[in-house]
């Protein structure tokens, strides 16, 4: 739940995965689709006029587009003609707390859609390299805050919010599997329930961020 003596400040962070768990790139910006809905022209006797009438339940096409600073290799996967775009953006919202000091409050965006445009940009001696990705979307955007200590705890705290479920994280820890700079984390989640269960979860990956949601979602569906 959400304070009142929270004021969102700015966006502190983000990151732009595909398929919910790989990173694509460094996204600059991310303009959200402009949300239109059809709507059909009324006219006759006793209208003093036009009506410009809202369809209901029916919208106009979601166009919307990624800037990237630098892009991963993962990102050519958008490129399948095949398949069907999955892309979330995860966001620290910066909060101050009225009752003193600051807060991280979790934004997340799931998309999907098809990729329309994809413009990889350049390469240029210290520069980003400024490529963009439009995408038409053809299914629901659902938006989720929430606040938490920590990002995982934000996560957690977002999926009850947008599912009902109702836990807490009660035990998380975390280790290296590997050396060096893409070495692997390992990551466990222990979640008590309402009533009273408690179901266990794992996860890695080379973001210790993801093998935590990793291990969230894994417990989550060990329930």
């Not at 009324?42 to 919307?64: H, K, N, Y």
């Amino acid at each position: 739940m959400i304070s009142n003596n929270y004021i969102p400040e700015k966006i502190n962070d983000a990151n732009a995965y595909l398929d919910g768990t790989r990173m694509i790139g460094v996204a600059a910006s991310v303009d959200l689709p402009e949300v239109n809905m059809k709507t059909g022209t009324v006219e006759g006797f006793g209208v003093g006029g036009e009506i410009d009438s809202p369809t209901i339940g029916q919208w106009e096409s979601f166009e919307q587009e990624v800037q990237f600073n630098t892009l991963y290799s993962s990102a050519v996967d958008m490129l399948n003609p095949l398949t069907v775009v999955n892309l979330t953006f995860r966001a620290a919202q910066q909060v101050y707390d009225k009752t003193g000091g600051y807060d991280f409050k979790g934004l997340r965006v799931v998309e999907m859609g098809r990729v329309k445009k994809f413009k990889p940009g350049k390469i240029e001696k210290s520069e980003g390299m400024e490529a963009t990705v439009t995408l038409e979307l053809n299914d629901q955007r659902k938006v989720v805050t929430s606040v938490g200590n920590g990002r995982l705890d934000a996560v957690a705290n977002a999926i009850q919010s947008a599912t009902g479920m109702e836990f807490h994280l009660e035990t998380y820890s975390e280790h290296s599997l590997d050396e060096g700079s893409t070495s692997r984390a390992a990551s466990y989640v222990g979640l008590e329930w309402g009533d009273g269960i408690v179901t266990w979860g794992a996860g890695t990956d080379t973001d210790i961020i993801v093998a935590g949601i990793h291990a969230l979602v894994s417990a989550i569906n060990n329930k």
